[in-house]
């Protein structure tokens, strides 16, 4: 059960939180894999940005960097690490690793970085919930 499980981190305190909650899931159920997945924004092709290499280069290490804060909450896991940066919307990159990859379950938080202190659910894990192709674990 729940052999392949997909996190998805930004870094805020409840995306690692839930790392933690895959992590002690993935040892009580010996899961298989544990794949990080970190989408960071794209830079629209009409920006005229000087040096845009060095751009999408900074936000490339801030997403290395959230990843890197992530794997240090996993502890010791029976379970092969996997790790994805991408470029793009995290909820469309998030469902589909879960489809392509097969996972048997996603493990989010229930709000992120923006964190607007009313809502429920933000707009990541609203979308991932509604679209998802498996069981989806949301903590908070
Ligand atoms: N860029 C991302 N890459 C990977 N996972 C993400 C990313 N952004 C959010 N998530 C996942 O989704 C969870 C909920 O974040 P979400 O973005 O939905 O809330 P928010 O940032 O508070 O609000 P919003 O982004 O809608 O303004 C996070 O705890 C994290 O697990
Ligand atoms: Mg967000």
């Given amino acids: 059960m729940f052999e392949r499980i997909l996190i ?3 870094g805020s305190e409840e995306s690692l939180r839930a790392v933690r909650v895959a992590a002690d899931l993935a040892r009580a159920v010996q899961s298989k894999s544990l794949r990080f997945v970190v989408a960071f924004d794209p830079i629209p ?9 060095n751009v ?6 801030e997403a290395e960097a959230i990843l890197k804060r ?7 896991v029976p379970s092969e690490i996997q790790r994805d ?3 793009g919307s ?4 998030i469902i589909n690793i879960a489809k ?18 009313e809502l429920v659910l933000g707009s990541t894990s609203h979308k991932v919930v509604s679209h998802a192709p498996c069981p989806v674990l949301i903590v908070r």
């Fill in 100 to 117: 392509t990859w097969n996972s048997s379950l996603i493990v989010m938080g229930s709000r992120g970085q923006s964190g607007i202190a």
């Fill in 8 to 10: 998805g981190v930004d």
């Fill in 90 to 93: 995290p909820a469309e990159s």
């Fill in 45 to 53: 092709a009409y920006w005229a940005v000087p040096n845009l290499d």
């Fill in 70 to 76: 992530a794997l240090a909450e996993v502890g010791n």
């Fill in 56 to 61: 999408i280069e900074a936000r490339r290490a």
């Fill in 85 to 87: 940066l991408l470029e």
